[in-house]
């Protein structure tokens, strides 16, 4: 029987749309947005003054290569500028991925609690998402390797992963990658690797560059503060970039992104004090929250996952509320099923502040 309409493909409408977090608190004269892990230092000056420069000719069409950008990544981590990708945001390096590599019956893997993108790239392919259980809100190298079947076609793993913070080491990386066969691609999003302060920890540039079958992701939303502006990288295998790149839009990065990305990746020092913001409040934070009772999963990122009893007027949803009405806006994160925790950003000094004293009057407690 033919429809009335048209329909699309199937397995289209059993996505789960992506819902960012939100950003306003109706009736409340200041808002501190927690809800984005954006940072609170904001770009680098030499970034909006290069983005005000473009802004002058927004007739020409920026390069469809971004090959400036990607020359100035490339010298910035020591790459083959020809073996990067830029895109839109990671996010839109993650959709061509899925598009490039997956297929109607294929399998991709990710974990219980990974980034929501994975399984709606996976899926809008008419691929299978698979979800993985972790261990104590970390990826499970084991758990993962089991998963693996003769479907399966790529496996996601955000490290550090979004939204619990956690991490996993290099050799457990190396490891996990060791155990897939060779016709799976390794996928490793990188976003918060800037924030990382772990001996222990590498993106993965240094597996990318010895094999054939993983690639990493960065972006520019988070240290970098160009959220607004949509733009990330990625650096892979010479033969994964020329089929991405078959399937990459002419110019999927406009010219502000462009010129903006260049002088942000040169400023080192302001990433250098964004760094070192985090690594102060990002401690703080866990500390004064876990005073609280409150637990806090150890985070190598720019936010933290706060956990809730389930007790009536305790809870991560009603703890939302509360905080909302005073302008604090948290992340809930149930679509991630941790319906009992909320996400929380570093924030600035003020708005740090002002979240551990207002769980304080949530949970009864007086400073």
């Known amino acids: 029987m033919t429809a009335n309409r048209p329909q699309p493909r199937p397995g289209v ?60 990544i ?10 990067i990708i830029c895109g839109a945001g990671s996010d839109d390096l993650l959709n061509l991925l899925a598009r490039a590599y997956l297929s109607d019956g294929d399998e991709a893997i990710y974990t219980t609690h ?17 979800a993985v259980p972790e261990t104590k ?30 991490y996993l080491p290099f050799d457990e990386v190396k490891r996990l990658h060791s155990g897939l066969p060779a016709n799976v691609l390794l996928v490793l999003d990188a976003a918060y ?3 990382v302060q772990r001996n222990d920890y590498e993106s993965g540039i240094e597996l990318v560059a010895t094999t054939d079958n993983v690639v990493v992701t960065r972006t520019f939303s988070k240290i970098y503060g160009l959220a607004s502006l949509r733009l990330g990288w990625m650096y892979g295998p010479a033969h994964v970039v020329n089929a991405v790149n078959r399937v990459r839009g002419p110019f999927n990065v406009n010219g502000p992104a462009i010129a903006a990305g260049i002088a942000a ?19 703080w934070l866990t500390e004064e929250i876990g005073k609280l009772g409150l637990a806090v999963t150890p985070s190598a990122a720019n936010f933290v996952l706060i956990h809730f009893p389930e007790t009536k007027g305790k809870t991560a949803k009603e703890a939302d509320a509360f905080l909302t009405k005073r302008g604090l806006i948290l992340r809930q994160v149930a679509a991630y099923k941790l319906p009992n925790a909320l996400r929380m950003s570093v924030g600035t000094e003020e708005a740090n502040g002002l979240v551990v004293q207002a769980l304080k009057e949530f949970l009864g407690k007086r400073a």
């Open 13 to 72: 409408l059993d996505i789960a749309p992506y819902v960012p977090g939100k950003s306003t608190a109706p009736g409340v004269a200041k808002v501190f947005k927690l809800s984005s892990n954006e940072t609170p230092l904001g770009p680098s000056p030499n970034a909006i003054a290069a983005y005000r420069a473009v802004g002058e000719h927004l007739e020409d069409y920026p390069d469809g290569s971004a090959s400036a950008l990607r020359e100035a």
């Open 265 to 283: 990746i040169r400023d080192t020092a302001h990433v250098d004090r964004a760094r070192a913001h985090n690594s102060r409040w990002l401690t």
């Open 114 to 130: 990974g980034f929501l993108v994975y399984p709606i790239a996976a899926m809008g392919t008419g691929a299978k998402a698979v």
């Open 193 to 195: 690797a800037e924030y």
């Open 137 to 166: 809100f970390t990826a499970n190298v084991d758990a993962i390797l089991e998963a693996v079947t003769i479907k399966t076609r790529i496996v996601f793993l955000a490290n550090p992963n979004n939204p619990t913070g956690t």
């Open 74 to 83: 490339g010298a910035a981590f020591g790459l083959d500028p020809d073996r």
